[in-house]
């Protein structure tokens, strides 16, 4: 960045980080993996601008200093895919392949040393939470949705008690976003203790896991008005409800950026077409090209 502008720098540097780029149905991770590749020469012209300042960007270049024994590059992607990426699709197998083309990007920049222990290899980030896998068009995307569902009530117990499970919502969803930016920065933190990690990723999951069960009840609830028995839940209805829609709350699963950021900064993707055939006059919706 050639620019004499400190302030610009820090503000753009910072924003940089925080900026949030979603696909939606990232399949194998390709639009991820080129919005990766646009990132990473801006995320390197900050640095360098900021290396030549070292004592006004003391905090910035903080987190680089003496904490990443491979480079600066690999310290660029591993931000990169913990702050600034997230990605969904319906098929598991699907995003474990982008998790892997993301984590090859990054060995393939690291300096074997083998005189250091691991090899002077970095960990690997854990981004089981920002590339997820179930349906995006089945699910509460938004609070104004699930408030849709806890607007009708048929008496004053039933009000009280949607008004309780909104309450209860919402300190479940703050605790699981807390708890997720907890777990992203304990990765950026090259010392961290590996208990303290396991810990947070399994509090971390709980928390989501307990809270998407919530919401799934609701939901069912929802599209099922007549089958409110107590023992729904456990009923074969609702498991083949739930693995035929593989519902995907995107207020849970991304709290912080639906309700604090008002939604993703970056929306990106191949969305399906329409094929016209000749032949018989007839529509094909092709998913992958």
């Not at 910072?14 to 801006?42: K, R």
């Not at 969904?88 to 083998?114: G, H, N, Q, Y």
């Not at 605790?175 to 303290?196: I, P, S, W």
């Amino acid at each position: 960045l050639a620019t004499a502008d400190r302030l610009f720098i820090k503000h753009f540097y910072e924003a940089l980080q925080s900026v949030t780029i979603l696909d939606p149905t990232c399949g194998s991770g390709a639009f991820l993996f080129a919005a990766m590749n646009i990132l990473e020469p801006l995320y390197e012209a900050c640095i360098e601008r900021m290396q030549e300042e070292p004592d006004y960007f003391k905090t910035q270049l903080a987190e680089i200093s003496d904490k990443y024994r491979s480079n600066i590059q690999y310290f660029i992607f591993k931000s990169i895919i913990l702050r600034n990426l997230y990605g969904v699709d319906i098929m598991v197998e699907a995003t474990e392949i982008a998790k892997l083309r993301l984590f090859l990007k990054m060995v393939a920049v690291v300096d074997v040393d083998r005189r250091q222990p691991n090899l002077g290899l970095d960990p690997l980030p854990d981004i089981d939470f920002n590339i997820r896998c179930g349906n995006t068009l089945v699910g509460y995307a938004n609070e104004e949705q699930l408030n849709q569902d806890l607007s009708f009530a048929g008496d004053i117990l039933q009000e009280l008690a949607n008004q309780q499970f909104k309450e209860d919502i919402k300190q479940e969803m703050e605790k699981v976003a807390t708890t997720f930016e907890r777990f992203k920065e304990l990765q950026l933190t090259q010392d961290v203790n590996l208990a303290e990690f396991k810990q947070a990723k399994a509090d971390l999951r709980s928390r989501l896991a307990n809270l998407n069960r919530l919401l799934n009840h609701k939901l069912f609830l929802s599209t099922h008005v007549n089958d409110s028995d107590d023992d729904i839940f456990d009923s074969k209805l609702y498991a083949d409800w739930k693995e035929s829609h593989q519902p995907f709350h995107w207020l849970a699963e991304f709290y912080q950026i639906i309700h604090g950021n008002g939604g993703f900064d970056v929306v990106i993707g191949n969305p399906p077409y329409v094929v016209y055939t000749d032949s018989n006059l007839s529509y094909r919706i092709d998913d992958n090209y």
